[in-house]
């Protein structure tokens, strides 16, 4: 009898065919959707899927366009922030070296990771002479990493080698994610110990302190937190969806060429890398004093979600997104019911307050609260429960 063959494996996406980064920053292990309708409008998919009658990761949000006034938010953060992320991006990506050697390959978690994974191969080329591969793949809460995906990079690389990469924590949901998917991806493989992937995670931000490769654990605004695709090469968040994906495809993404007027991803990128030269020194002066210190993993980050959704009566830690970057999706992509904030004039959150006023959402101040800010998802959410709570909101107001 003789062996099976594998089945081919579908060749990456590169911009300018799919997405806006160029096509040595990024190959993204995605199938192209583009042409494929799976936007649905926020409240119509919260409903479905806190139902349990859909997956958050089989359908698209609508794509937030954001108003003048927010967009100068975006770029006044960005000016102000890029000197900080440079340090981060620094930090992180010297730990990584050490951790992974020359030979390291950049893996991001596709979309928030990808942009720092870029930032993260610009830093190991300039000053270090590197030139990283990287690689975007998808993971979904609740179904795993793309396996088809961990697949293609054993094919091409040492498992060992690869370093996943994502933006930043909120309370640690996908760090636990991939610690469970890349266990079961490396035995359904037939990677032995040693020889497999490493579930590690470089985040530029890990304020939920579950990880021990990070640029700080500083609760702070990610410039790219702020906007969806046009800040992530225009790609969507990725997608799962077993009537368009089969079992040999990598998951799905979608490019939207048709907001190219409005991409700022490049921008966003060389903002931060021009500031490396910059930031040198104090990079060279800091990563060695975080790797010698104890970044034991502390899950502070988790244990505030639980205490928040028994608080406020939500009882589903999954509803509960903490952190400046979290908080923000919430706003762009779910049904808020609340924003949690330590101070209301904290410049990092003018954001978030402008979000929360254009969406009609609650905020409420917690002096004590661990991190800048919490945002909480409309527990049980129907359209005719939101349409009461406009009820009684305009009856509060008048």
Not at 85 to 94: I, K, S
Request: hydrophobic residues 45%.
């Amino acid at each position: 009898m003789t062996a099976t063959t594998p089945t081919p494996l579908p060749p990456p996406l590169r911009g300018p065919e799919f997405g806006s980064y160029a096509a040595d920053e990024v190959a993204w292990l995605l199938t192209d959707l583009t042409h494929v309708a799976l936007e649905a409008p926020l409240e119509e998919r919260e409903e479905a899927i806190q139902a349990g009658q859909a997956h958050y990761a089989e359908s698209l949000p609508v794509e937030y366009q954001p108003s003048a006034a927010y967009q100068e938010l975006f770029h006044a953060s960005l000016a102000e922030s890029a000197t900080k992320l440079a340090h981060a991006v620094g930090v992180v990506t010297e730990l990584t070296l050490a951790e992974r050697g020359r030979g390291a390959v950049l893996v991001s978690l596709a979309r928030a990771g990808t942009p720092v994974g870029i930032l993260m191969r610009r830093w190991a080329r300039e000053v270090h002479g590197l030139d990283l591969p990287h690689y975007a793949v998808s993971i979904v809460r609740g179904r795993g990493i793309d396996t088809v995906a961990l697949r293609y990079l054993a094919e091409h690389h040492r498992p060992q080698d690869v370093m996943f990469v994502d933006g930043w924590t909120g309370k640690g949901a996908i760090v636990r994610e991939l610690t469970a998917a890349v266990a079961e991806a490396n035995v359904a493989l037939g990677l032995g110990a040693g020889e497999g992937f490493r579930a590690d995670l470089a985040v530029l931000a890990d304020p939920a302190g579950c990880v021990e490769l990070y640029g700080t654990r500083e609760d702070y605004l990610i410039p790219s937190a702020c906007l969806n695709s046009t800040v992530s090469g225009l790609v969507s968040r990725t997608v799962l969806n077993d009537d368009l994906i089969g079992p040999g495809d990598f998951h799905g993404a979608k490019f939207y060429a048709e907001l190219a007027a409005a991409d700022v991803s490049n921008r966003f990128l060389d903002a931060v890398s021009e500031r490396f030269a910059e930031v040198a020194d104090d990079v060279a002066r800091d990563w060695p004093v975080l790797a010698a210190s104890d970044r034991t993993p502390t899950w502070s980050g988790w244990a505030t979600a639980e205490r928040l959704s028994a608080e406020h009566g939500i009882h589903s830690v999954n509803l509960v997104k903490p952190g400046v970057g979290e908080t923000t999706r919430v706003l762009l992509r779910r049904v808020p019911w609340k924003v949690l904030v330590r101070r209301r004039d904290d410049p990092e959150l003018a954001h978030v307050l402008l979000l929360a006023e254009q969406r009609g959402v609650e905020v409420v101040e917690v002096p004590d609260l661990s991190y800048r800010c919490v945002g909480l998802v409309h527990p049980g959410f129907t359209r005719g429960a939101r349409a009461a709570d406009d009820v009684l909101a305009a009856e509060v107001r008048a």
